[in-house]
């Protein structure tokens, strides 16, 4: 078992920026890799960046791509999303998860990001 706690959600202006934080503990040693996912009122939950655990290859969503960036220390065991010029629609629940295989499966609480116009 993987357990995830999210934090750095918050209340921020429309071009301003925020860093999420995700930090693993449990099993870390099983990690392969991390994502972010996010999910607005009403919508389902979407992918937003990924990154592979020893690697550091990362992948993005094309609607963020540019303006968020997804790290990780591995000696902290600890994700990070840090996310530039946000807009509106980037409003929702960010959520982390990590996979050992293929599948993402385990998950955080989420935390609230709100971009205010």
């Known amino acids: 078992q993987v357990q995830l706690v999210e934090s750095g959600g918050r209340v921020v202006q429309a071009g301003g920026s925020l860093r999420l934080s995700c930090a693993a503990s449990?099993?870390?040693?099983?990690?392969?890799?991390m994502g972010w996912f996010r999910q607005a009122p009403g919508k389902e939950r979407e992918y937003v960046a990924g990154?592979?655990?020893?690697?550091?290859?990362?992948y993005y969503a094309e609607s963020v791509k540019g303006r968020f960036t997804i790290s990780r220390d591995n000696a902290k065991n600890t994700g990070y999303l840090q996310m530039n010029n946000l807009k509106p629609e980037d409003t929702a629940v960010y959520y982390c998860?990590?996979?050992?295989?293929?599948?993402?499966?385990?998950w955080g609480q989420g935390t609230q990001v709100t971009v205010s116009s």
């Open positions: 990154i592979n655990w020893t690697g550091g290859s990362t």
């Open positions: 998860s990590v996979r050992s295989g293929i599948l993402y499966a385990y």
């Open positions: 449990g099993r870390t040693a099983s990690i392969a890799g």
